[in-house]
């Protein structure tokens, strides 16, 4: 009992060291990212659904607003869950019978590896990793203990999963596939399964409801998915890249991948190697994206620390210091790119030193290389911008502002103005893209317009075409932005078809998602 309580002590400790650790590794330099704002957005719109994914990110979102949407609200959500999430690892750990060494090696990948990035950001990657953990978990702990109530943590998992983000699907396809691949699949003939699954049903009726109801935006999503972002998706691509999220800790997760599926003391957790192939199938046949498969690994993470503690409780204890070594020195030379640790320019000479510029980290979605990773270029220039365009925005008469629209092309835009709009004196900013479009107003009286974009609107753009004049009032001039060059463009003295012209358009937008 003192042995389990000293455990669990220091499963807790790790966690703790999880939870605190990303406060002193962003530097101060860096905003918000882009995908951020809209999740902040969604909160102030509260629903059963959106157009890119369910609801529950929208809750935390909803009390990160409440405590006023600062750094430390919007980053703790992702820090608790990443915590979360190696709780369950590390109980998976001690249920085997792993002890300090394991559970050492068990707490790498979460301060080592891209999970450092993904329980870093708010976007829903976070939940979607904590819950197929869970899943996996619970089943874990059904196939150790045979009691029902882990089918029912089960049922919740995969329902809050959904609820979520859509890719929990492929989990819960994929580890129910393994189970019915292995002699775990005597659960089908339980009947606190189908129960438990009633309730996983239950939970994300009401999105399925809003699917319906709007006509099933999902859809819409995953195609401009596909056109604008997957299609660029390969195999070889997607392999190479668990490889490079994991590097630091890949013979941990490897060590987990054969201790399930080839020896005998890890034959009833079988499944569990079954659901990592099949779902890495299915992320390669649908094109996903390489960071949909991260929730496939803590439990492999989990078996792998216990079965190299054990292999080397008796000999080849050195090798130990060596697995250690390997991890956080590599861990430690490659976290600037994990984590933004320096200001862009520091960081753009630290990645030309020493030649981690050249690999597919810099690559974006573009398919063209960069200075920076993406997401670092995600997370600068928004308030910039946004003072800028209050700045125009506030240089109008105030009987012109009252009749003046702010507009932005990217959802990101939108949802960047809004965030920074009372510091800017800024009108509540509109978009018509992704989700941003089922908040636009149904009726208009406007005069000026100012568009915040890239270039200026074509003569095919019929709504730009009412306005007596259009100039460039100012720009973005931050070369490692990836927004850098956006413009605030004002559009001056709308004629009378105007504001009929633009119902028109939103009615017409609006109208594919509605019943």
Not at 298 to 319: D, I, M, N, Q
């Given at each position: 009992?003192?042995?389990?309580?000293?455990?669990?002590?220091?499963?807790?400790?790790?966690?703790?060291i999880?939870?605190?650790?990303?406060?002193?590794?962003?530097?101060?330099?860096?905003?918000?990212?882009?995908?951020?704002?809209?999740?902040?957005?969604?909160?102030?719109?509260?629903?059963?659904?959106?157009?890119?994914?369910?609801?529950?990110?929208?809750?935390?979102?909803?009390?990160?607003?409440?405590?006023?949407?600062?750094?430390?609200?919007?980053?703790?959500?992702?820090?608790?869950?990443?915590?979360?999430?190696?709780?369950?690892?590390?109980?998976?750990?001690?249920?085997?019978?792993?002890?300090?060494?394991?559970?050492?090696?068990?707490?790498?990948?979460f301060?080592?590896?891209?999970y450092?990035?993904?329980?870093?950001?708010?976007?829903?990657?976070?939940?979607?990793?904590?819950?197929?953990?869970?899943?996996?978990?619970?089943?874990?702990?059904?196939?150790?203990?045979?009691?029902?109530?882990?089918?029912?943590?089960?049922?919740?998992?995969?329902?809050?999963?959904?609820?979520?983000?859509?890719?929990?699907?492929?989990?819960?396809?994929?580890?129910?596939?393994?189970?019915?691949?292995?002699?775990?699949?005597?659960?089908?003939?339980?009947?606190?399964?189908?129960?438990?699954?009633?309730?996983?049903?239950?939970?994300?009726?009401p999105?399925?409801?809003?699917?319906?109801?709007?006509?099933?935006?999902?859809i819409?999503?995953?195609?401009?998915?596909?056109q604008?972002?997957?299609?660029?998706?390969?195999?070889?691509?997607?392999?190479?890249?668990?490889?490079?999220?994991?590097?630091?800790?890949?013979?941990?997760?490897?060590?987990?991948?054969?201790?399930?599926?080839?020896?005998?003391?890890?034959?009833?957790?079988?499944?569990?190697?079954?659901?990592y192939?099949?779902?890495?199938?299915?992320?390669?046949?649908?094109?996903?994206?390489?960071?949909?498969?991260?929730?496939?690994?803590?439990?492999?993470?989990?078996?792998?620390?216990?079965?190299?503690?054990?292999?080397?409780?008796?000999?080849?204890?050195?090798?130990?210091?060596?697995?250690?070594?390997?991890?956080?020195?590599?861990?430690?030379?490659?976290?600037?790119?994990?984590?933004?640790?320096?200001?862009?320019?520091?960081?753009?000479?630290?990645?030309?030193?020493?030649?981690?510029?050249?690999?597919?980290?810099?690559?974006?979605?573009?398919?063209?290389?960069?200075?920076?990773?993406?997401?670092?270029?995600?997370?600068?220039?928004?308030?910039?911008?946004a003072?800028?365009?209050?700045?125009?925005?506030?240089?109008l008469?105030?009987?012109?502002?009252?009749?003046?629209?702010?507009?932005?092309?990217?959802?990101?835009?939108a949802?960047?103005?809004?965030?920074?709009?009372?510091?800017?004196?800024?009108?509540?900013?509109?978009?018509?893209?992704?989700?941003?479009?089922?908040?636009?107003?149904?009726?208009?009286?406007?005069?000026?317009?100012i568009?915040?974009?890239?270039?200026?609107?074509?003569?095919?753009?019929?709504?730009?075409?009412?306005?007596?004049?259009?100039?460039?009032?100012?720009?973005?001039?931050?070369?490692?932005?990836?927004?850098?060059?956006?413009?605030?463009?004002?559009?001056?003295?709308?004629?009378?078809?105007?504001?009929?012209?633009?119902?028109?358009?939103?009615?017409?937008?609006?109208?594919?998602?509605q019943?």
């Amino acid at each position: 009992m003192k042995k389990d309580n000293t455990l669990l002590k220091l499963l807790y400790l790790l966690a703790l060291i999880k939870i605190i650790s990303p406060f002193f590794l962003q530097n101060s330099f860096y905003q918000p990212h882009r995908d951020e704002y809209l999740y902040l957005a969604e909160a102030h719109h509260m629903s059963w659904g959106y157009m890119e994914v369910p609801p529950l990110l929208s809750v935390f979102a909803w009390i990160s607003n409440w405590f006023g949407a600062g750094m430390f609200w919007i980053r703790i959500w992702p820090d608790l869950f990443g915590a979360l999430t190696f709780l369950l690892a590390g109980k998976i750990i001690i249920s085997l019978g792993g002890k300090t060494f394991a559970l050492l090696l068990g707490s790498l990948p979460f301060i080592l590896d891209g999970y450092m990035r993904l329980f870093f950001l708010f976007m829903p990657n976070f939940l979607d990793v904590f819950f197929w953990t869970l899943i996996a978990f619970s089943l874990i702990r059904y196939v150790q203990t045979e009691k029902n109530k882990w089918l029912y943590w089960f049922g919740v998992a995969a329902g809050l999963g959904m609820m979520s983000k859509y890719s929990a699907a492929f989990y819960i396809i994929s580890i129910l596939g393994g189970m019915l691949l292995t002699k775990n699949r005597k659960v089908f003939t339980n009947k606190h399964f189908y129960y438990a699954s009633l309730i996983a049903l239950l939970i994300f009726l009401p999105n399925i409801l809003w699917q319906y109801e709007h006509r099933f935006p999902v859809i819409n999503h995953m195609d401009e998915l596909q056109q604008e972002q997957l299609k660029y998706n390969s195999a070889t691509g997607f392999i190479a890249s668990q490889v490079m999220m994991n590097l630091p800790c890949i013979f941990i997760w490897v060590t987990g991948l054969i201790y399930v599926s080839f020896i005998s003391s890890g034959e009833k957790y079988r499944f569990t190697g079954w659901s990592y192939l099949l779902v890495i199938i299915l992320l390669i046949v649908l094109r996903g994206k390489d960071y949909y498969a991260l929730g496939a690994y803590p439990a492999l993470f989990a078996f792998g620390a216990y079965h190299l503690e054990k292999v080397t409780s008796l000999r080849l204890r050195w090798t130990r210091y060596a697995m250690l070594i390997f991890s956080f020195g590599l861990g430690i030379f490659g976290m600037p790119l994990t984590m933004p640790l320096a200001k862009p320019e520091t960081l753009v000479r630290y990645y030309e030193k020493t030649g981690l510029n050249k690999t597919g980290s810099f690559k974006w979605e573009d398919q063209k290389m960069h200075p920076l990773p993406q997401d670092f270029a995600d997370m600068m220039g928004w308030k910039e911008l946004a003072m800028k365009t209050g700045n125009v925005y506030n240089s109008l008469p105030p009987g012109e502002r009252t009749k003046t629209m702010v507009y932005c092309r990217g959802y990101f835009t939108a949802g960047a103005l809004n965030y920074y709009r009372k510091e800017a004196g800024l009108p509540e900013v509109y978009s018509d893209n992704a989700s941003f479009l089922f908040w636009m107003p149904d009726k208009y009286d406007i005069k000026n317009l100012i568009l915040v974009g890239h270039t200026m609107p074509g003569k095919d753009d019929i709504v730009f075409q009412q306005f007596e004049k259009a100039g460039i009032k100012d720009s973005i001039d931050m070369p490692l932005f990836r927004e850098n060059g956006m413009k605030i463009i004002l559009f001056e003295h709308g004629n009378d078809s105007l504001n009929s012209i633009i119902e028109k358009e939103v009615a017409g937008l609006k109208s594919k998602f509605q019943r």
